[in-house]
């Protein structure tokens, strides 16, 4: 027996539906520059969307059409949002910070038939054209000024885009299984794999994000969106300050950390959210500065993407009153998967120490979330805080597949998504993660691939054997360190540096290349990454060297 | 295009999962007597309502089937809110305060196959197996003790059932769209009418209430459920708080005033709802207590049903520092349709008149719920706070049909839902209710059916005339009067209240028959009820009396 209610889908649209109407005064700001802020109301922002939108399907974007951007955090970025997956089409938010040849793939695979991006990265998008993105039929470029000179065609001003729409034009209906938005994720293996998102998953995500005990956005919140708007969804923040009628600041192009800094001051700022290493580079940045910042008003700061440490999180309770908590999420899951609020019940118990150290675990699930751990043979192991293993996440907001890509049965079983980090869950069901994927390095928020580097390095003529692990960093939290054992002794650091900034970006590149002897294998034979970690961690680089030798294993005598 | 995600339905079973391993140490109290209380874990819970469930499958109770209660608000009817849908059967909660032969109708119209009882309804379910409850084909008896000698066949213990059945019954999956629930709501013709609801709109509408700016419903609340658990799924709080992993505080059977003030001094309560006449009598009860009462844990008290006058608001305010908050909705929508929070921009920008005629209005609409107000042609009317037409709503959680009911298609237009309420919507999208269903008097949070009333005072032999109006009653918010014009003048008040008394129940008898000579009007020959209502304001029944004249109307000399 079914109930008999409106079968009314979970739609984006109908997010925006309120907010115009509810917060029609509420405030959209995006820094422009120093002291100087863009600034409208949810009533101007809805009716340029519609604008968009109408004026998106009369350049032909059509239903289930993918519109890529490639663009800051701002106000126009944040219209895409809602203005493409409003008429069925799927936004997908494209990593500005990814090398162009990886943007090339992301784009073909996920076929765009239409780029919208900021003017500053008009000559990365030539480039992007002379690599081949063939079935881009149109460029939309972000700015303020007249149209730059640019070999991109056919090519629209976003701004007269906009102009020409229809700012009555009205939503469409459809299934709240439709496609809004999709995002590519690191691989330990090959290209990066797509996940596409719907309508009802994004919904339903931003609704636990606006509860209680989660990151606490309410209507009254003036909120920073750190987190780049192309890394999933923007976190699913910006969609959850929009349901809850908060003001939303945009950073802008090109910020830094003395950026983030002012704007919370100029704008009275009372959460944010950000990688770890944003919130760690502000607090060097107000130690380095030479005058006091009165950021009293700021209440939250959710750092995630890696647990902070407790100097952090002390530090800001004591400069600033600031609560800094964390989640866990990826691109697979819309993406948060837990949030580490404490339980009344454990606050009553813990000690501060105990508190610290449960705020440090990556937190309880979001409500619709089922979590797991497997040992190695596919048993579920218990919440008792000690047994680790796989981490197994369902939820109606977790990816069923990866978007035309054979390694969906690698990670997606029997309905459960093998999210490939190790962990274990306590008793409460907080969840704390003890080794994330093996083979992805986090630096500064952003995945890079050790395989990827590896797999390079081994096409090297000169190299016999190559292996990247990461290793801490005060500033990037992880870097890429290079472990080669060369063929022989005329290779360099620098040549193998060269050799890398062929294919890869910059911030890719291994700081340091340890030219050792041997590497020590397990015992099936792969490179021991974990033992070459520790060996780092007591010894460094010199260490590794005196214990691996140096260079060419020569024959021995 | 579809989204890529997992087709993970929404289900009350999931928010248990969660809640018995978050949430497992938090705890239900129900009060057993004074200062006497029933307490046990969300996981001892969890146990008991699987071993309800498998208890009922063994039964015979299969997915589709509708499973009655008629109890009080305590752990055990809790049992039944999820251990009932679990199973995809469908808990009918039955209104205690009809008259049997409505409770007859409604279980024969629900076509409950068992009903679950508290003991001292026993009784009164006898009767209605005399009146004729033929499809009923088992009785579970809630009580303490032995079972108690009944005629009821066949009849079982609530708590033997529960002890037979299995704890780790693992629930079934199905259809989000799966009845999860009913509930029957007065009409203001005929009998009443059937609401179905569905897992899913039980779901978004708990995800609905546990979000800021709504109920405050974090995990940190001691939440006491005033409000009966057979009225709108207990107005969807129960749900809410399992969902929060909210302390739940129930009052047992036959509450009184003063058992609420008790019961929020001894565990120290944080947030309750109630109707807004128990706000007014725990407030009386209070004034005349010999005694100081320490409420000042209590944050939040939702009063709902009508608007809670300036005057309640002001004094908890001041007494304790409670924050008297209200919301609007009905059986036909999960049931929440606005709530009352204010917006930060009106917060600064108002005077504190401003903001108190603003919090009595009934709110704005909470997410997923639209709204619109039409004009007699159907023309969508302004939202300037004064343009007042009818109320339509449609959301995901409101019905789409009546069960089995031809008067579906008077309500349930264009998918939209016409509420019978008639106001208007402030340009912040706060709605004003002026005027509702119009022949529904609502007393003590309980609907009374004038029509009904009217229908029956027709029948009798000496009535030529009647009609029955809502006057305003200071305990009970409003209150049926009886506008009588006599055949002959040996009619009296006794001899209508014991004629209605034999067909309804006591608290529906208007407390005064008023015997006139003439009732106004309307242009179509309508009882002109508005000008009744205006005369009561002016005049009072002495006014009516000496402007309409007083019983049969002789023929003039």
């Given at each position: 027996m079914d109930g008999q209610m409106m079968d009314q889908p979970l739609l984006l649209n109908d997010l925006l539906w309120r907010t115009e109407r509810l917060f029609h005064d509420k405030r959209i700001l995006t820094r422009l520059g120093p002291g100087s802020y863009h600034s409208y109301t949810y009533r101007e922002y809805g009716r340029r969307v519609r604008r968009l939108a109408s004026a998106l399907k009369s350049l032909g974007?059509?239903?289930g059409d993918r519109v890529g951007t490639i663009a800051w955090n701002h106000y126009r970025h944040f219209e895409t949002y809602f203005g493409v997956p409003g008429i069925g089409a799927v936004l997908h938010t494209i990593n500005m910070r990814l090398f162009p040849e990886q943007q090339q793939y992301l784009i073909n695979h996920a076929d765009d038939s239409v780029l919208i991006i900021d003017e500053d990265q008009i000559a990365l998008v030539e480039q992007l054209v002379a690599l081949g993105?063939?079935?881009?039929?149109a460029f939309i470029v972000i700015g303020d000024?007249?149209?730059?000179?640019?070999?991109?065609?056919?090519v629209h001003r976003y701004e007269d885009l906009v102009a020409s729409g229809d700012e009555n034009f009205e939503f469409p209906t459809f299934s709240?299984?439709?496609?809004?938005a999709m995002c590519y994720t690191s691989a330990t293996t090959g290209d990066p794999k797509g996940v596409v998102y719907s309508h009802r998953a994004q919904v339903l995500q931003a609704m636990c994000l606006a509860?209680?005990?989660?990151?606490?956005?309410?209507?009254r919140q003036v909120w920073l969106?750190?987190?780049?708007?192309?890394h999933a969804n923007g976190w699913n923040i910006p969609h959850t300050a929009l349901l809850q009628g908060a003001t939303l600041v945009l950073p802008g192009v090109h910020p830094v950390d003395g950026d983030y800094v002012q704007i919370i001051e100029d704008l009275k700022v009372t959460g944010m959210n950000a990688a770890v290493t944003i919130g760690t580079m502000m607090r060097d940045f107000i130690r380095d500065s030479d005058r006091d910042w009165d950021?009293?008003?700021?209440d939250t700061m959710w750092l995630g993407g890696q647990a902070p440490s407790r100097a952090i999180m002390e530090w800001w309770e004591q400069s600033y009153g600031t609560h800094v908590v964390q989640g866990y999420g990826m691109t697979e899951c819309t993406p948060q998967i837990c949030f580490s609020s404490i339980k009344s019940t454990l606050t009553e118990q813990s000690s501060p120490e105990e508190i610290y150290a449960l705020r440090q675990k990556q937190g309880q699930p979001i409500p619709l979330m089922k979590i797991k751990v497997l040992d190695e043979s596919g048993n579920e192991l218990p919440?008792?805080?000690?047994?680790?293993g796989d981490f197994w996440v369902q939820s109606p907001?977790?990816?069923?597949a990866y978007l035309?890509?054979?390694?969906t049965a690698e990670n997606m079983v029997d309905g459960w998504f093998r999210t490939g980090d190790v962990g274990c869950i306590d008793p409460d069901g907080y969840v704390s993660l003890k080794?994330?994927?093996?083979d992805l390095i986090k630096s500064g928020g952003e995945w890079i691939s050790s395989i990827d580097l590896e797999n390079a390095l081994m096409?090297?003529?000169?190299?016999?054997e190559a292996t990247v692990i990461s290793v801490p960093h005060e500033k990037w939290l992880e870097r890429p360190l290079a472990c080669v054992v060369p063929e022989?002794?005329?290779?360099?650091d620098d040549e193998l540096r060269a050799f890398l900034g062929q294919r890869f970006?910059?911030?890719?590149?291994?700081?340091e290349f340890l030219l050792l002897s041997e590497i020590p294998k397990t015992?099936?034979?792969?490179?021991?990454k974990k033992e070459l970690r520790s060996m780092h961690a007591a010894g460094g680089s010199d260490g590794m060297r005196s214990t691996l030798g140096v260079g060419q294993r020569h024959p021995v005598a």
């Amino acid at each position: 027996m079914d109930g008999q209610m409106m079968d009314q889908p979970l739609l984006l649209n109908d997010l925006l539906w309120r907010t115009e109407r509810l917060f029609h005064d509420k405030r959209i700001l995006t820094r422009l520059g120093p002291g100087s802020y863009h600034s409208y109301t949810y009533r101007e922002y809805g009716r340029r969307v519609r604008r968009l939108a109408s004026a998106l399907k009369s350049l032909g974007v059509e239903h289930g059409d993918r519109v890529g951007t490639i663009a800051w955090n701002h106000y126009r970025h944040f219209e895409t949002y809602f203005g493409v997956p409003g008429i069925g089409a799927v936004l997908h938010t494209i990593n500005m910070r990814l090398f162009p040849e990886q943007q090339q793939y992301l784009i073909n695979h996920a076929d765009d038939s239409v780029l919208i991006i900021d003017e500053d990265q008009i000559a990365l998008v030539e480039q992007l054209v002379a690599l081949g993105i063939p079935n881009v039929r149109a460029f939309i470029v972000i700015g303020d000024g007249p149209l730059p000179e640019t070999t991109l065609t056919p090519v629209h001003r976003y701004e007269d885009l906009v102009a020409s729409g229809d700012e009555n034009f009205e939503f469409p209906t459809f299934s709240e299984n439709t496609a809004s938005a999709m995002c590519y994720t690191s691989a330990t293996t090959g290209d990066p794999k797509g996940v596409v998102y719907s309508h009802r998953a994004q919904v339903l995500q931003a609704m636990c994000l606006a509860m209680h005990d989660k990151l606490n956005m309410s209507e009254r919140q003036v909120w920073l969106e750190v987190a780049p708007m192309f890394h999933a969804n923007g976190w699913n923040i910006p969609h959850t300050a929009l349901l809850q009628g908060a003001t939303l600041v945009l950073p802008g192009v090109h910020p830094v950390d003395g950026d983030y800094v002012q704007i919370i001051e100029d704008l009275k700022v009372t959460g944010m959210n950000a990688a770890v290493t944003i919130g760690t580079m502000m607090r060097d940045f107000i130690r380095d500065s030479d005058r006091d910042w009165d950021l009293s008003t700021l209440d939250t700061m959710w750092l995630g993407g890696q647990a902070p440490s407790r100097a952090i999180m002390e530090w800001w309770e004591q400069s600033y009153g600031t609560h800094v908590v964390q989640g866990y999420g990826m691109t697979e899951c819309t993406p948060q998967i837990c949030f580490s609020s404490i339980k009344s019940t454990l606050t009553e118990q813990s000690s501060p120490e105990e508190i610290y150290a449960l705020r440090q675990k990556q937190g309880q699930p979001i409500p619709l979330m089922k979590i797991k751990v497997l040992d190695e043979s596919g048993n579920e192991l218990p919440w008792d805080d000690k047994s680790v293993g796989d981490f197994w996440v369902q939820s109606p907001f977790t990816a069923a597949a990866y978007l035309n890509d054979d390694r969906t049965a690698e990670n997606m079983v029997d309905g459960w998504f093998r999210t490939g980090d190790v962990g274990c869950i306590d008793p409460d069901g907080y969840v704390s993660l003890k080794d994330r994927s093996k083979d992805l390095i986090k630096s500064g928020g952003e995945w890079i691939s050790s395989i990827d580097l590896e797999n390079a390095l081994m096409e090297h003529p000169k190299v016999r054997e190559a292996t990247v692990i990461s290793v801490p960093h005060e500033k990037w939290l992880e870097r890429p360190l290079a472990c080669v054992v060369p063929e022989d002794d005329s290779l360099d650091d620098d040549e193998l540096r060269a050799f890398l900034g062929q294919r890869f970006a910059k911030w890719w590149l291994p700081d340091e290349f340890l030219l050792l002897s041997e590497i020590p294998k397990t015992s099936v034979g792969k490179f021991n990454k974990k033992e070459l970690r520790s060996m780092h961690a007591a010894g460094g680089s010199d260490g590794m060297r005196s214990t691996l030798g140096v260079g060419q294993r020569h024959p021995v005598a």
